[in-house]
Nanobody, 115 residues
Framework: QVHLVESGGGLVQPGGSLTLSCAAS????????MAWFRQAPGKERELVAT???????NYADSVKGRFTISRDNTKNTLYLQMNSLKPEETAVYYC?????????WGQGTQVTVSS
């Protein structure tokens, strides 16, 4: 079992930057894939970025070149650096961790992009 806690959300102006963090309750070394998802009001949850245990990264087309997913295994923490944010990226951002048997989710952190 792993407990995930996101932080770092908030209000940012269009074009601004934020870094989200996801702290895990135990070592993340054994987690096959960690990811960030987001869900805007009235919309389905969508995948933003993934990072495998081998270090492979994948991004949604809409965030390529602007977002960076990374992890610090010594701190058991996953990050999402977000640059050039757009108003339509206002959403609750969720951390996800996958094992062969289970999916784990955090409670989410709100990101609001508005002037």
């Amino acid at each position: 079992q792993v407990h995930l806690v996101e932080s770092g959300g908030g209000l940012v102006q269009p074009g601004g930057s934020l870094t989200l963090s996801c702290a895990a309750s135990r070592s993340i070394l054994s987690l096959n894939v960690m990811a960030w998802f987001r869900q805007a009001p009235g919309k389905e949850r969508e995948l933003v970025a993934t990072l495998t245990s081998s270090g492979r990264r994948n991004y949604a087309d809409s965030v390529k070149g602007r977002f960076t997913i990374s992890r610090d295994n010594t701190k058991n923490t996953l990050y999402l650096q977000m640059n050039s944010l757009k108003p339509e990226e206002t959403a609750v951002y969720y951390c996800n961790a996958k094992t062969p048997a289970l999916d784990y989710w955090g409670q989410g952190t709100q990101v609001t992009v508005s002037s």
